[in-house]
């Protein structure tokens, strides 16, 4: 894989995830969306293996994993939104339309090209049935004349004196009766031959086009705590945390009970 011209930070995905979903058409993004996305996921999971090899138990550790979770969601959303609205432009191509292209990656100018030649095949179906022939037309292709080739002058051919016809020769009379043989000529029996197995039809298989319907990242719910300590920042699902003592702080469920288990924070209303 390739570096990308700049990493991408969890907010750049968020904002990314938020245009995709207000918008009907493709909107335009970095040329690197698909590598930058791959580059986010992988720092973020070194970051959570990171955290769990100094303590899996902690509330950084529970941070981290929640917000490497929340990444991967987002990032299949905007992958199956952006996928939608380039196989609509594909169709609309194909079926003559001029779509602008200026907003595809390449990894989605490849899915473009592949998904207009289908789409004219597919629409080219019943012209195919009746059998009627169909040709490529390039109308705005400029007619490229050639020069005309001179005429070659034709040499007159010689005149020919007719020469006499053979006369006919007779021919010997040639009997073609077959000969008659003394033996029987046996005939095959086709009885012992086996008749073929009659073959099943195959049912083609049918593929159903499942289309996943994409997901929200969900929530978890959160605990209201009151802080017995002091603590070291830490990285949230969704922000930065520095907590001192006596603090009361709304945090999600995971990361209140790493706290509470800790003996760090008290529950202010215990579940």
Known sequence: MSP???????????????????????TPCRPDLYRAMADLLNRLRQDYDRQIAIDPDSVMSEGANLRRKNADSISKVIISLRTKKV??????????????????????????????SVAKRHMSTVDRIR???????????PIIQKPAEPIPERIPEPETVPQPEPEMEEIPFVDDTPEMFDEPIMEES?????????????EPAVHEDVQETPKEPVMTDCIVLRVLEDLPP????????????????????????ALINSNKAVAVNPL
């Open 4 to 26: 990308v011209l700049q990493p991408m930070t969890f907010d750049d995905l968020c904002q990314i995830h938020r245009e995709e979903m207000k918008a009907r058409a493709l």
């Open 87 to 116: 196989c609509n432009k594909a169709i609309l191509s194909a079926d003559g339309g001029n779509e602008q292209l200026d907003a595809l990656t390449p990894e989605e100018r490849d899915l473009y090209d592949q998904m207009v």
């Open 131 to 141: 059998g009627k022939k169909t040709i490529d037309t390039h109308i705005d292709e």
């Open 190 to 202: 086709f009885d012992d031959v086996p008749e073929p197995e009659e073959m099943s039809p195959q």
């Open 234 to 257: 830490f990285v949230g699902p969704d922000r930065d945390y520095e907590l001192h003592k006596e603090d009361v702080v709304t945090l999600p469920a995971p990361m209140a009970m």
